[in-house]
């Protein structure tokens, strides 16, 4: 007998809707307008009958080749290695950034003073589960942006400077940590994600729909 459906997990029931609504527009059963509508509301709903209601009229299902694609697409990036040397990033009266498909070692040392400094891991790769960024900064500011799925956390010791933690830490027991420590003195540290939840889900659907455009023989 299947489990009732008020007494499923929420979470589980929007994910199977967000999946249903991505498989259907990808294949133009629903316009990218109706799509984006109903995306806003199952992620806003916390009802069970409103998010099944939200995919009652759709015929397509998620498959195994979805999920697959899925998961390369919301799974962080880890590479095997051993990397375990730091790095080091200095902004010195100047900016560093550090972004794109960059490999992340196992500690980040950044030292600044009157610069700037971002580091940006939405396409990272990581070869550590646990990554420790070790900061000094005097009069500088930092710039952190992670994914929906990469856990953050900090100790800073903070003097008269100002640290904004913005990342919702979704992320699994296996998801990396990216664990912030060290100190700020008449300085800002911002850790945000740079692209929503929304977005990645759309960005998500367009490029299925894309490669469904392209070839009749799947995702």
Not at 50 to 78: C, G, H, I, R, W
Not at 136 to 163: G, H, K, R, Y
Not at 168 to 185: C, L, N, T
């Amino acid at each position: 007998m299947p489990v009732k459906l008020e007494d499923r997990p929420i979470e589980k029931v929007r994910e199977e809707a967000i999946d249903k609504l991505i498989v259907n527009y990808s294949h133009g059963i629903i316009s990218a307008a109706a799509f984006e509508r109903r995306l806003d509301e199952a992620s806003a709903t916390d009802s069970h009958q409103v998010l099944m209601d939200l995919v009652e009229d759709l015929p397509m299902e998620a498959d195994s080749e979805y999920d697959q694609f899925k998961d390369k697409q919301f799974t962080p990036n880890y590479q095997a290695g051993n990397d375990q040397t730091n790095h080091r990033i200095v902004s010195i009266l100047s900016s560093g950034e550090r972004s794109g498909q960059w490999v992340v070692p196992k500690e980040i040392v950044i030292y600044g003073g009157l610069g700037s400094t971002t580091l940006d891991f939405t396409d990272a790769i990581f070869q550590h589960q646990h990554v420790t960024i070790r900061l000094a900064d005097v009069m500088s500011s930092t710039e952190i942006f992670v994914p929906e799925n990469v856990n953050v956390s900090s100790s800073l010791v903070n003097i008269a400077s100002s640290v904004e933690n913005k990342s919702p830490s979704m992320g699994g027991r296996q998801a990396p940590v990216i664990h912030i420590e060290g100190w700020s003195v008449l300085s800002s540290v911002e850790i945000s994600v740079k692209r929503t939840m929304k977005e990645k889900f759309i960005a998500f659907a367009n490029s299925i729909r894309e490669a469904f455009n392209d070839s009749s023989k799947g995702y």
